[in-house]
């Protein structure tokens, strides 16, 4: 069933939107449950379909996984044994995070065999800095037919280990993976994205030694074994930004609960630049665009705390309205413009030149048909359709459910005219 949206545009949004839990939070902290064979209690756990990938991934490794009755938000995950040591192709091709099991597997049975995730329509998305700090850790690494073959004699080893890239997945893996190495771990020029801060938090939780969270330079001394814990996963910064903008590009007047305004590292200050007002209130954040109207600002995506690529599609589609032009660079990945094509046919004025594209503002957008490509371009479509005049249908939706819980109904609460449709 190819699902798609139909909007009606131009409706301030009003209210309050309750913010889930950070999808690439949740990931990595459940995957963290195969460093132990105690229980993991996880709260605020995000209802995506990207979630509901990496559980089925996790029961097949030997997980069982219990909601608590009447609140999806609580989970438990207990895996007193492997099962298997085995992330089959057709689970982790839809699903890059699934490589994320390959550190913890390693760490815990001393051997794993993932399927290597593919490209992605972002860009090929490789895992060699993945693969080449498990090395580094002591594992005996092939990649044969597609898969991905770890082996580790006894514990994976301490050691000094130096990103040339702050690569948030290869620093998840790496840091899960060192926990319970045998000796002391250096992750040097790892990345520090709020969400591994999260990560680290948890692995604390369940009795790791972990110091310089927070920063590039991971301490971790290994430990013999990890025990179970309670965790609250962080609200969804990426979420809370997407509505941010929501407010902005409608003109309206939002209060996100659970969101916080340091969540988005140097971002605040590109959207105050482009007149968004961000002010902490009781239990979240007021968001309302300032009264002399949005304003044309230059960004570049960069690791945190630098403004975030996966924001990226989103501030594009706020800028095609906005006074004046905007240049925005992409510089993480490859192939991340394919709202532009989409946004073009709705009226706006971008040109694009490699990794950058020079928007130009236009005093508004039409409604159109459009079609839904990654997940955050997807999402920058439904923007566009808020703010433009008349109706506009996102069609292939799909992307959608792996990272925006409940889109309608948050958006339809808040005033939007939005509806799903079959
Ligand atoms: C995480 O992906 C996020 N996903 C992405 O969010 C996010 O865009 C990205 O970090 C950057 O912030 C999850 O957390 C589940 P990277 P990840 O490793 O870990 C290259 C979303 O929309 N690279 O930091 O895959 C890679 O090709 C998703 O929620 C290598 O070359 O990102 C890319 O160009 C999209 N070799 C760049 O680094 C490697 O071994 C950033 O990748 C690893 C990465």
Known sequence: MVDKIRIQG?????????????KNAALPILAAALLTDEPLHLENVPDLADMTSMQRLLQLLGAAITFQPGDGRKLSLHVPEMLSTEAPYDLVRKMRASVLVLGPMLARMGQARVSLPGGCAIGPRPVDLHIKGLEDLGARITLER????????????GAA??????????TENLLMAAT?????????NAAREPEIVDLAHCL?????????????TLHIQGVERLHGARHAVMADRIEAGTYVIAAAITRGDLVLEGASPELFGAADETLAAAGIELSPVEGGMRVRPVAEGLRGTDVMTQPFPGFPTDLQAQFMTLMCVAD????ITETIFENRFMHVPELTRMGARITVHGGSALVRGVPSLMGAPVMASDLRASVSLVLAGLAAEGETTVNRIYHLDRGYERLEAKLAACGAVIERIA
């Open 180 to 188: 319970l190495a045998k000796g002391e771990t250096v992750i040097a």
């Open 204 to 216: 604390l939780a369940m009795g790791a030694r972990i110091e310089g969270i927070g920063s590039d």
């Open 161 to 170: 280990i130096r990103l040339p890239f702050p690569s948030v997945g290869a």
């Open 324 to 327: 004046g032009a905007a240049m």
């Open 10 to 22: 131009g409706i301030p949004l009003k209210g309050r939107l309750p913010i889930s839990g950070a």
């Open 146 to 157: 597609g898969y991905i073959n770890a082996q580790c004699d006894g514990r994976l080893k």
